[in-house]
């Protein structure tokens, strides 16, 4: 495998449901990150790791919960979401924090029922 | 604070038309611009970056040069194929550890 990885690719739940996006960097980057991306919106900056430590938390509603166990894998935590919380859900990697290049997984397409 | 404009879409051009998509920022200091595109289904990929005034980012064809007196970063192809057809957004990052994208511009190209 090679570059950024995200699974699963498409994910339907229900407001009471409890689910994790997974996503995996092959990259040897030191920064990780999730992005929302809503239609006719710009991307979303959620959260960003930087070795491990997360650096950034743009006031994300606290159902959101990420986790990162290593620089190469994040996880988003999802619990009691909202319809409007349904969109794409981007994980990118880089090898500086913010101001590097980043590199985007394919993307989680969310939809919450 | 700092951010990016871009060109409302959806853009629509005839194969091997000239594409120009707009795109200009508001930041402090001197901050690094970039393109990327995003093909269907898929996620956000680096088209071409410049890190400081002057500099001219290139590949596939597309160029975008940075000009700070206007404070610009036009993205340009002189001949587009269809599969050229994608979301094409801008962003640019600046000292102080932020990152800013557009909302994205939409175009198809039909042969």
């Known amino acids: 495998e090679t570059g950024v990885t995200q699974t699963p690719r498409h994910l339907v739940m229900g407001m009471t449901n409890k689910k994790s996006l997974k996503c995996e960097q092959h990259?040897?980057?030191?920064?990780m990150y999730w992005y929302k991306q809503s239609a006719k919106k710009p991307l979303e900056l959620m959260f960003v790791?930087?070795?491990?430590?997360?650096?950034e938390n743009n006031s994300v509603p606290s159902r959101f919960s990420p986790e990162c166990p290593n620089s190469s894998h994040l996880f988003l935590h999802l619990h009691t979401l909202q319809p409007e919380d349904s969109a794409l859900y981007l994980c990118?990697?880089?090898?500086?924090?913010?101001?590097?290049?980043?590199?985007f997984g394919p993307g989680t397409r969310l939809t919450v029922l | 604070g700092d951010s990016v404009t871009q060109m409302e879409g959806p853009v629509t051009l005839s194969e091997e038309a000239f594409l120009t998509i707009n795109c200009t920022y508001t930041?402090?200091?001197?901050?690094?611009l970039f393109w990327y595109v995003q093909y269907p289904g898929e996620g956000l990929q680096l088209l071409l970056k410049?890190?400081?005034?002057?500099d001219k980012g290139s590949n596939k064809g597309f160029e975008a040069t940075y000009r700070k007196e206007t404070t610009s970063f036009h993205l340009e192809k002189g001949s587009v194929q269809v599969s050229d057809s994608a979301v094409y957004f801008c962003?640019?990052?600046?000292?102080?550890?932020?990152?800013?994208f557009g909302t994205g511009t939409s175009l198809t190209v039909i042969p």
């Open positions: 990118a990697s880089s090898q500086e924090a913010l101001t590097d290049t980043q590199y």
């Open positions: 990259l040897g980057h030191n920064a």
């Open positions: 790791y930087n070795f491990k430590e997360q650096t």
């Open positions: 930041a402090t200091g001197y901050p690094s």
């Open positions: 410049a890190t400081k005034a002057d």
């Open positions: 962003a640019l990052s600046n000292t102080g550890n932020q990152f800013y």
